[in-house]
């Protein structure tokens, strides 16, 4: 017996399966390409966007010290990003190694041309890459050599094919992706032109948030967090196109309601907002920060302010054209104003609690321990929710406390940011969304 009986089955039974497993593998095959371009396609947006300054999380001082600022971090960050697109290139470009066989191709044509058109992609980001080195070498990257390098590079990037394809590309499957219930309700509007507006707007925040998605995995897989700067700035970039787009063209609009007219008027001021509250406050300086908690901490509240700010935009609009809908069914992670400002006020109220025990008991040694870890927290949590010009006091008075060299001084401090937070908590309870949820005082 030398069982080739038993090789004879086997090699019959593995013919029977081999197409349908090659007609599989071929679905896997196209299914992984596909996802690597959407993904090469996002990064090289991001790319784009990071080599414009304009695009960057700038506080008044950094503006003014631009001319002395050293952009070695600002370079490192490129890198990694040019060594993430290359890394996505090199996984599609077709293998022509390996063999040839009948089984049924389901890659499309126009996946197919695209991977014909990364040659050139792969041979400018890799010079890029290569100048990144050279430039990093040196003891300083001037404010010269950093704009030379990127406009040389945005150059050589807009006149490639392949780049803009995959740009495209990338917004097409997002828009695939993101929100049917959305795109269906812009299909019912009338007049048409209100449709189009409206299409458009729910289709830039559909983008921003699925460019925000990538954050989200950064953030859960704990990964280097600082390579997701580019993509903060591609969301700065389209954040500012949304605001245009809305004062420009849909709020002039002769065909709309007074009712949309006032909610994307207020869309327009909350976007503005979000973008002052991130690129003016939580991630200027990221890219020189060298604390992992501290990088992981700015990272999670900008990438949680924007979220939650398109979030709560796209439920607000969707809903003055059809009250009924549920933000739920969009959003799994969805929080309604009511609920952050249910939250917000009762984190305001204890902390006011805290900081009138911390002035009874100033004389006492140690008697800010407590109270400003409270803050930390407060910082890290729901200060989010505080309107942006309220974080510049909020932060003077946490900054007093933490300076004060003497009880009276500390006293003084604390009676002062009591009546801060009392007024704060008056304004957050003045809410329209609280008026049918009175504050339970005794409950505090």
Not at 387 to 408: C, I, Q, S, Y
Request: glycine content about 4%.
């Amino acid at each position: 017996m030398d069982g080739s009986g038993d090789r004879t089955t086997s090699e019959n039974q593995s013919a029977e399966v081999t197409p349908g497993h090659a007609v599989e593998a071929a679905a896997t095959a196209q299914t992984a390409q596909t996802a690597g371009l959407r993904e090469l396609g996002l990064w090289l947006l991001a790319l784009h966007s990071f080599l414009n300054l304009r695009n960057h999380p700038l506080g008044e001082s950094e503006r003014a010290e631009l001319l002395q600022r050293d952009f070695a971090p600002e370079t490192r960050i490129a890198q990694q990003t040019l060594r993430r697109c290359l890394r996505l290139l090199l996984t599609l470009r077709p293998n022509e190694s390996a063999p040839v066989n009948d089984a049924p191709s389901l890659a499309s044509e126009d996946i197919t041309i695209q991977s014909e058109r990364l040659a050139p992609l792969i041979e400018v980001l890799g010079d890029a890459h290569g100048l990144c080195e050279a430039l990093l070498a040196a003891p300083r990257i001037s404010f010269h050599a950093w704009g030379s390098f990127s406009r040389l590079l945005a150059r050589e990037l807009a006149q490639l094919d392949a780049h803009t394809s995959l740009m495209l590309k990338a917004r097409a499957q997002s828009l695939l992706d993101q929100q049917p219930e959305l795109f269906t309700l812009t299909e019912r509007l009338t007049p048409d032109a209100l449709g189009a507006d409206m299409h458009a707007i729910f289709a830039r925040l559909a983008l921003m948030l699925d460019e925000l998605r990538f954050v989200s995995e950064t953030l859960r897989r704990d990964a280097p967090l600082k390579q997701t700067l580019p993509i903060f700035t591609l969301v700065h970039e389209e954040a500012r196109t949304l605001i245009d787009l809305i004062e420009r063209r849909a709020l002039p609009a002769d065909e709309l309601s007074a009712t949309a007219r006032t909610e994307l008027d207020g869309v327009s001021y909350a976007v503005g907002m979000e973008l002052c509250k991130v690129f003016a406050h939580e991630l200027v300086g990221l890219a020189a920060l060298r604390d992992p908690n501290i990088i992981y901490a700015r990272i999670e509240n900008a990438h949680g302010l924007l979220r939650d700010c398109f979030q709560q935009i796209t439920v607000a609009l969707a809903q003055v054209f059809d009250p009924a809908f549920d933000g739920t069914r969009l959003f799994q992670t969805f929080r309604t104003r009511l609920e952050q400002s249910l939250v917000l006020r009762r984190d305001l109220w204890s902390l006011l609690e805290h900081v009138r025990r911390a002035e009874q008991e100033a004389d006492e040694p140690r008697p800010l321990t407590p109270l400003l870890a409270r803050l930390e927290a407060f910082q890290g949590s729901s200060m989010a929710h505080l309107m942006f010009k309220d974080w510049e006091a909020f932060e003077r008075f946490v900054h007093e406390l933490k300076e004060g060299k003497n009880p009276t001084e500390l006293k003084n401090t604390l009676h002062r940011f009591g009546t801060f937070l009392e007024a704060l908590f008056s304004q957050i309870n003045m809410r329209a969304v609280l008026a049918d949820h009175p504050f339970d005082y005794t409950a505090e």
